[in-house]
């Protein structure tokens, strides 16, 4: 496992705002994300992470930048390849109330893709299905019910059985439990981590919650503003986070421990600025207790690079050693 | 037709769940349905009961309604009320498939347009603006006098004059449709856009399509009316609304039944499309029923 499944370089998405401006919604991410991993891909909204996810499965074109898939450089193939490069890489989307067809019966919302991929009889894509069916744990009879039909928690089941049915190498997951009751959030979030342990999946877990995603997550990428400003092993990140943004989050998690010494939270100030017109430098400094000259002049990169070890902790601050 | 035959087909025609099924509608789509079903079984029924055909001259002219004739004659001596019934069938078939044509084209047009939002959006819609700047019985007549007058040249200028206003509303729906998720969904697993828009589009903004098109066929109907009228839609003798009427403005005094028939036969189908078309939309659009 050295060769990274996915990589994305310089991965930039700027959206015309008219009046010749753009939003710079994603702006130079790199990320590698290895087999059999999940990455946590966390940040407040607008950050730019669902943009990135969107990038990821082709859903959005890059403004610049690549996405690389298992060497394959994606927006470079075309036709057959590049359709089959799609199979791979498949999304489970954050509303299951929105992302199945009204009009469709599970039967045909699960085998949509099979039946794109195409080169598969109609007995050879029930089977898989009612196969996918019992894997997320829905009766087959499920098969010939409409999505409105099922509760919140066996749409996104549904949702899940959809993308994996493709037995795709990569699963880009946006928000999967954001849009259910917090009583079955852990449900899913469990059956995905069986179904990735099963299957031998990948995952870009794309949350805005921290908790959730330490919970899932071998590694995790903090974004703020279209960057990625902290990366790392989980236990890392939440133990010992370098950046001033990424304790900013961590302090705003609530402790359960009631006999706990409370612990100090650092409380931003003001908005996130707009992704139009950014500040220039470290993109965090109009927010930042620690921000000196240094940070409204030069972009910090993400570091350090003594280890040559990619998935080393990294984080993007010209104070990182000073704020830990 | 006797008693007995009439039971025996009848419960065919009509199964109970369909009736029921009617009667649980609002008020509108009741009026409106039965006033069309009544019109229709008179357009297709009528020529089978009227022994008279629409062209013989089966009277003196200008009879006064009569038993005989129940509408009395025209200057030739036909039958009012059978020109009338042949008239009713010619013009729903043609305005139903100027209808039918312009919502398969105006729905691709627009469903196209909303889907790639850009400069085939762009060139698209332009295209709709410049063909929309046209009065459009205007635009009709141009594209008649052009095409030359037949039922099949009177069929496509009127599919083509109602375009845009289908065009617009599958436009509108699909701009909305194509950030669902489940449109997205399909994209990420590979569904072809074509495809797509045949799966999840489509079937997801075919209601507005429908109401539309009850509006649409009474404009048909009326454009189809005011042509004949104007002596460039269906050529005699071939019976038509708004033909009988010209024929008749000249002894409109003195026989007024020659123009009262056809035209309350026309307002009598626009109503029944109006009325339809206004109880379809109470039951669907949310923002009215609630």
Redesign the interface.
């Given at each position: 496992m050295t060769e990274p499944l996915l990589t994305l370089r310089d991965l930039t998405k700027h959206f015309p705002a008219g009046a010749g401006k753009v939003v710079q919604a994603v702006d130079g991410v790199n990320l590698d994300v290895y087999e059999g991993e999940t990455l946590g891909l966390v940040g407040e909204s607008g950050c730019g992470k669902s943009t990135t996810a969107h990038l990821i499965v082709g859903l959005h074109q890059a403004s610049r930048g690549k996405v690389i898939f298992a060497g394959e450089d994606v927006a470079a193939l075309s036709g057959r390849a590049r359709q089959s490069i799609r199979h791979q890489m498949q999304y489970i989307f954050q509303d299951p109330n929105d992302s199945l067809d009204p009009r469709m019966r599970v039967r045909s919302i699960i085998g949509e893709g099979l039946v794109a991929r195409g080169g598969m009889g109609r007995a050879e894509r029930d089977a898989l299905i009612r196969e996918m069916l019992e894997k997320v744990g829905l009766p087959p009879d499920a098969m010939e019910r409409f999505p409105h039909e099922f509760s919140g928690g066996q749409r996104q089941r549904i949702g899940i059985a959809r993308a994996l049915v493709l037995r795709p190498r990569l699963v880009v997951a946006d928000e999967p439990i954001s849009a259910l009751d917090v009583s079955v959030q852990s449900q899913i979030l469990n059956l995905m981590g069986d179904l990735r342990r099963e299957l031998g999946l990948t995952y870009v877990f794309v949350a805005h919650n921290l908790a959730a995603v330490g919970y899932v997550s071998d590694r995790i990428a903090v974004m703020y503003l279209g960057r990625v400003v902290e990366i790392g092993e989980t236990a890392d990140i939440l133990n010992t986070p370098r950046h001033p943004y990424t304790q900013a989050l961590l302090s705003a998690i609530p402790d359960p421990d009631i006999g706990a010494a409370k612990k100090a939270r650092i409380v931003l100030q003001g908005d996130i600025p707009s992704p139009i017109d950014p500040p220039s430098g470290c993109r965090f400094r109009t927010r930042c207790p620690m921000a000196q000259q240094i940070c409204s002049e030069q972009v910090p990169m993400l570091g350090p690079h003594t280890s040559q070890d990619r998935r080393a902790h990294q984080t993007a601050c010209h104070f990182a050693g000073a704020v830990s | 037709m006797s008693e007995r035959s009439k039971t025996a087909w009848w419960p065919e025609l009509f199964p109970r769940a369909l009736i029921r099924a009617f009667l649980g509608q609002n008020i509108l789509i009741r009026i409106g349905g039965v006033l069309l079903v009544a019109l229709l079984a008179l357009a297709l029924g009528g020529p089978l009961v009227i022994s008279h055909g629409p062209t013989d001259m089966v009277a003196m002219s200008l009879q006064p309604p009569s038993a005989a004739n129940l509408l009395g004659t025209d200057l030739l001596g036909r039958d009012v009320l059978a020109r009338t019934l042949d008239a009713a069938r010619t013009s729903l078939i043609v305005a139903f498939c100027a209808m039918a044509l312009s919502l398969l084209a105006g729905a691709a047009w627009g469903m196209i347009a909303g889907y790639n939002v850009g400069s085939v959006d762009l060139v698209l819609m332009r295209v709709l603006d410049v063909l929309q700047a046209f009065p459009p019985l205007l635009l009709a007549v141009a594209l008649v006098a052009v095409l030359g007058t037949s039922t099949a040249n009177l069929i496509f200028t009127m599919s083509v004059l109602f375009v845009p206003q289908f065009a617009r509303i599958a436009r509108s729906a699909t701009l909305l449709l194509r950030r669902?998720?489940?449109v997205?969904?399909?994209?990420?697993?590979?569904?072809?856009p074509l495809?797509n828009l045949l799966?999840?589009v489509l079937?997801?903004i075919s209601t507005p399509l429908i109401i539309e098109s009850t509006s649409v066929i009474t404009a048909a109907l009326l454009t189809e009316s005011a042509l004949s009228f104007l002596g460039m839609g269906i050529q005699p003798p071939t019976p038509t609304w708004g033909g009988m009427i010209a024929e008749s403005t000249s002894v409109m005094t003195r026989a007024p039944w020659l123009v009262l028939a056809p035209g309350s036969a026309t307002i009598l189908v626009v109503l029944a499309f109006l009325l339809l078309g206004d109880g379809l939309r109470d039951k669907f659009d949310p923002k009215v029923s609630g």
């Open positions: - | 669902r998720q489940f997205l969904a399909a994209q990420v697993l590979g569904v072809s495809r799966t999840h079937p997801n």
